[in-house]
């Protein structure tokens, strides 16, 4: 009933800054936590960073002071600013959210992800 779908990922060098976009659509009552996860190659996947419904943030320490996360509930929508990008930050990106749909429980889907490359 609900899907996420990310963009936003791409090539960038080292230094450099992307934006990623996670829109959640379909049968949707309400979002409480969305988070930002990434999995590169042979690694386990893990959190970046994660916002509440109320607007609170936490990052990874590895990210923190170079990546933001927000949301725009109104469009269902959380961002990933990328600044001051490593290539140790090479990853996909995977999206995800606590989301109440019509009629169910709480449960957290998450996106297909998008692939974002720090290369010179």
């Known amino acids: 009933q609900v899907q996420l779908v990310e963009s936003g990922g791409g090539l960038v060098q080292p230094g450099g800054s992307l934006r990623l976009s996670c829109a959640a659509s379909?049968?949707?009552?309400?979002?409480?936590?969305m988070k930002w996860h990434r999995e590169a190659p042979g690694k386990e996947r893990e959190l970046v960073a994660t916002?509440?419904?109320?607007?609170?943030?936490n990052y990874a320490d590895s990210v923190e002071g170079r990546f933001t996360i927000s949301r725009d509930n109104a469009k269902n929508t959380v961002y990933l600013e990328m600044n001051s990008l490593k290539p140790e930050d090479t990853a996909v990106y995977y999206c995800?959210?606590?989301?109440?749909?019509?009629?169910?429980?709480?449960?957290?889907?998450w996106g297909k992800g998008t692939l974002v490359t720090v290369s010179s």
């Open positions: 995800n959210a606590l989301v109440e749909s019509w009629g169910a429980l709480l449960r957290y889907y």
């Open positions: 916002i509440t419904s109320g607007g609170r943030t």
């Open positions: 379909g049968s949707i009552s309400r979002i409480d936590d």
